[in-house]
């Protein structure tokens, strides 16, 4: 009788693990059209238009994580399918689904909300700040390429989320100033190209845990704060494409694992910090389009050894020919004079560029490849329209030449 007792455990293990999901929860999966294979979706099985974690709890299992791709423009998500849902959900995510309205209610229990190229279409319903500044136990926010409605402001949006530690709202809508105070311990912040204005608040430097802000493409204005050497965990810095002026803060100098680093595109002015050339972990450097000047204080191994540099459009910075070889063929930056000023200024190309700026916005390369890139394309395009020319006059002309041998045939 004994040596029985173990194997009916196994086996009553075997079937709770298999246990079925909870019978509403798989109505309402069918009901939004969610394919569910013997009738088990949980085997994180992905379709191609959604996935779907569940947990491992008994008699039933329960729905913990859906991820919504590539939406069906038929798909709607009314209270009633999400509602059975709703007690066990802990990630919801969207990814282009842009004719889908977003859901009036979701549960306040969500640890992680994203929505990518989602919510495009319907102008009345779009995601709202307030809607978003309901889910209190978020641990991950993320909106991308999706607008945000009334209330565009960070400060009501994060305002009860204290449990947040990445926050990415881009592509988007956002606006107004960064908030005051952050109640959370965020690790990794983008807020990347949206609308907000006035300057980096030190409420941000407070942020301890950061190891990755972005706030490229807003209009920030005023001075980096010396502050940022609080972000001692900090590895990515991306301040690029703003209105930021004065100098690089020497306290930049004691971020030790800092790996990422743009100011481009920005208002900066000064020297370029030659304490930047020590720090070891850097690998992506763009100082780009700024108004630094004087002699550039890096040397051909240090720039060698990043995987990314760029320098250029600062009209009175130059480099050094006897540290620097012109074969490094720095773009955009002329070499120095025995003074330190710029032997020639690349005011010639700069008007040539300027044009040229508000189109790069978008792009991260230097002036000069733009240029050089975009006249191929004209040449190209130019090419093509005399290749196709050349093609119909042939095609005419064979055309001709076919209908006047069979009239010559005809006759014969
Ligand atoms: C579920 O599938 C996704 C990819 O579709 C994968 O990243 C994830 O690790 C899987 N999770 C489990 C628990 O198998
Ligand atoms: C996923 O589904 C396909 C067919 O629908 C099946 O052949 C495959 O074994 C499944 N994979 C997993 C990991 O369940
Ligand atoms: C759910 O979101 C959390 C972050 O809040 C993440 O750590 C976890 O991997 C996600 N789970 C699934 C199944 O997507
Ligand atoms: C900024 O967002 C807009 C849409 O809001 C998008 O068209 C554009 O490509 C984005 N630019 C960058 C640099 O990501
Ligand atoms: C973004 O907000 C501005 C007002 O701040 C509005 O004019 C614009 O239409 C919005 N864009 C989108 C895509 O919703
Ligand atoms: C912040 O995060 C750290 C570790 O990531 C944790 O020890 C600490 O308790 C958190 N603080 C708050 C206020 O959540
Ligand atoms: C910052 O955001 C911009 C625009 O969204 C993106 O192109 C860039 O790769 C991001 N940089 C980092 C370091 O994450
Ligand atoms: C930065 O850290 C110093 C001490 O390490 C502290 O005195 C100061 O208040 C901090 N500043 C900000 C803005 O976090
Ligand atoms: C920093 O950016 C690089 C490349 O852009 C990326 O691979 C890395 O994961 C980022 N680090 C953090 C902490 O976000
Ligand atoms: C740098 O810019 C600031 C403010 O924009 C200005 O006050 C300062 O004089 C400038 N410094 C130099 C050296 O150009
Ligand atoms: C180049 O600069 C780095 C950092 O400043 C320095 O450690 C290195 O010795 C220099 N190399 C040469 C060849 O001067
Ligand atoms: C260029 O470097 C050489 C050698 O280090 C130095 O003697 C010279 O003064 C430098 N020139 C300028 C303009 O800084």
Redesign the pocket.
């Known amino acids: 009788m004994k040596p029985l007792q173990p194997l009916l455990l196994l086996l009553l293990l075997a079937a709770v693990s298999a246990s079925p999901l909870y019978p509403k929860q798989l109505k309402a999966l069918q009901s939004l059209n969610i394919p569910t294979p013997t009738n088990d979706p949980c085997n994180?099985n992905?379709s191609s238009s959604s996935?779907i974690?569940c947990d491992d709890a008994s008699p039933y299992r329960h729905i913990t994580s859906i991820s919504f791709i590539n939406c069906s423009p038929k798909l709607s998500l009314t209270y009633k399918t999400l509602k059975p849902l709703s007690k066990s959900l802990l990630n919801l995510s969207f990814t282009n689904c842009p004719s889908l309205s977003p859901p009036h209610h979701l549960p306040i229990t969500l640890r992680s909300f994203s929505a990518v190229s989602s919510f495009l279409h319907n102008r009345r319903s779009r995601l709202s700040g307030l809607f978003l500044a309901r889910l209190i136990n978020l641990q991950t926010l993320k909106i991308s390429s999706t607008p945000i409605s009334t209330s565009r402001r960070l400060y009501v949006i994060l305002g009860n989320m204290h449990k947040l530690t990445s926050l990415t709202i881009s592509n988007s809508n956002l606006s107004g100033l960064i908030p005051k105070s952050f109640h959370s311990n965020l690790t990794y912040i983008d807020l990347s190209n949206s609308s907000l204005k006035g300057s980096i608040r030190t409420s941000l430097t407070r942020l301890t845990n950061l190891k990755s802000l972005n706030l490229s493409h807003n209009s920030l204005s005023g001075q980096i704060p010396n502050s940022i050497k609080n972000l001692t965990f900090l590895q990515n810095l991306s301040l690029a494409s703003n209105k930021l002026s004065g100098t690089i803060p020497n306290t930049l100098s004691s971020i030790p694992e800092l790996t990422h680093l743009d100011l481009s595109k920005n208002q900066l002015n000064g020297t370029v910090p030659s304490f930047i050339s020590e720090m070891k972990n850097l690998k992506h450097l763009n100082l780009a389009d700024n108004s630094f000047h004087g002699v550039l204080p890096f040397n051909e191994s240090f720039i060698k050894n990043l995987n990314f540099f760029e320098i250029g459009g600062n009209s009175e910075l130059c480099y050094n020919k006897t540290v620097i070889p012109t074969s490094l063929k720095l773009e955009g930056v002329a070499p120095c004079d025995k003074y330190g000023f710029p032997l020639w200024s690349p005011s010639e190309k700069e008007e040539s560029l300027s044009g040229e700026n508000d189109y790069g916005d978008y792009g991260g390369g230097g002036g000069n490849e733009k240029m050089t890139e975009k006249k191929e394309e004209h040449n190209g395009s130019n090419k093509t329209l005399f290749g196709l020319g050349i093609g119909l006059f042939s095609l005419v002309f064979l055309i001709l030449f076919l209908f006047y041998v069979a009239k010559r045939c005809r006759w014969i």
Request: without cysteine.
């Open positions: 994180n992905s996935s974690t």
